[in-house]
């Protein structure tokens, strides 16, 4: 991808054909969809911003990639004309004849009709035989953090993210400690994966607009540089953390990892990792999360038990 003459030549291949209100619109009239804000249904219809989803993830022939919310088929069959293979999630099956025109044509794409939120992941990777890929989406904003939580969790099998979310939420994925966007999503982020806003989205660029911005984000997968020993008990710290943020570190972390952990042990372990107990969650580093995870793994706790 460092060929600047080679980016532009991928960017012309990829199809836009559905980035259009009069695409979106006479698809809807032919099968007689209705959009359902509970689904998050927001569908693109800008090519340029379609363009730049394909440019920042990246995508090759040479990639499989994971999408999630088909929708009608617009990002899908931007993938299929970019990516070696395509599978494409999608809950609504009102949706399925609509797809069944819109990619039909496109032999490397599949169409699987599942709830990401319920999907175990480990389990899905073995059935189509994935080792590397690359997870692009126009996410429904109501399962952008719980999608997300779980596939960094199960993130072994995946090279990169690359989605489009609610500019709020984006930004709280790329905060600094000592703000009130930073929280649990930055810290897991920041655990995970080196976190790049690419695009900030107006509501234009959706049919029907949202009602907020949107930002495109990339999530580029890479070990962390200090590796907690117990991943799911440095998660539940950083939970009980910013349980209360309002609460200093020592009685959040005191009341969400109870019983399991008296708060003067808490005390101890605070000032053994140089963390005043008098501190809040939101002033920690990820790499201070990460050595009071493990503390408390020393200790003999596990995934706050």
């Not at 600047?4 to 009069?22: H, K, S």
């Not at 009602?211 to 200090?226: G, H, I, M, N």
Request: net charge neutral; charged share 20%.
């Amino acid at each position: 991808m460092s060929d600047g003459g080679w980016i532009i030549l991928e960017l012309r291949a990829v199809d836009t054909a559905l980035a259009a209100p009069t695409a979106v619109r006479r698809l809807a009239a032919k099968y007689g969809f209705t959009f359902r804000r509970s689904l998050g249904q927001n569908f693109l219809i800008d090519g340029n911003i379609l363009r730049r989803i394909i440019q920042a993830a990246e995508i090759s022939h040479a990639d499989t990639v994971i999408e999630v919310g088909a929708g009608i088929g617009t990002l899908t069959r931007a993938l299929g004309s970019t990516a070696g293979r395509v599978l494409a999630l999608e809950v609504d099956r009102r949706l399925e004849p609509i797809l069944q025109e819109t990619v039909c044509h496109y032999d490397n794409v599949e169409i699987i009709w599942e709830d990401a939120l319920k999907l175990d992941w480990r389990r899905f990777r073995e059935l189509y035989g994935l080792s590397r890929v690359k997870f692009v989406a126009n996410l429904p904003y109501y399962i952008t953090s719980p999608l997300l939580v779980n596939l960094f969790q199960q993130s072994s099998f995946l090279e990169s993210i690359t989605v489009m979310v609610q500019r709020e939420v984006g930004e709280r994925f790329t905060a600094e400690p000592g703000t009130k966007a930073y929280g649990t999503l930055t810290v897991l982020a920041g655990y995970y994966s080196e976190v790049e806003i690419c695009q900030i989205v107006p509501p234009t660029v959706f049919m029907p607009p949202p009602d907020v911005e949107s930002a495109v984000v990339k999530f580029t997968l890479r070990p962390y540089e200090a590796e907690a020993v117990d991943p799911a008990l440095f998660w539940t710290t950083v939970k009980a953390a910013f349980s209360q943020r309002r609460k200093t570190l020592a009685n959040s972390l005191a009341s969400g990892l109870r019983p399991s952990v008296s708060k003067t042990e808490i005390c101890n372990i605070l000032h053994s990792c140089g963390i005043s107990p008098e501190r809040r969650a939101e002033t920690l580093t990820v790499g201070d999360f990460v050595v009071l995870a493990n503390q408390l793994a020393a200790l003999g706790l596990r995934d706050g038990k």
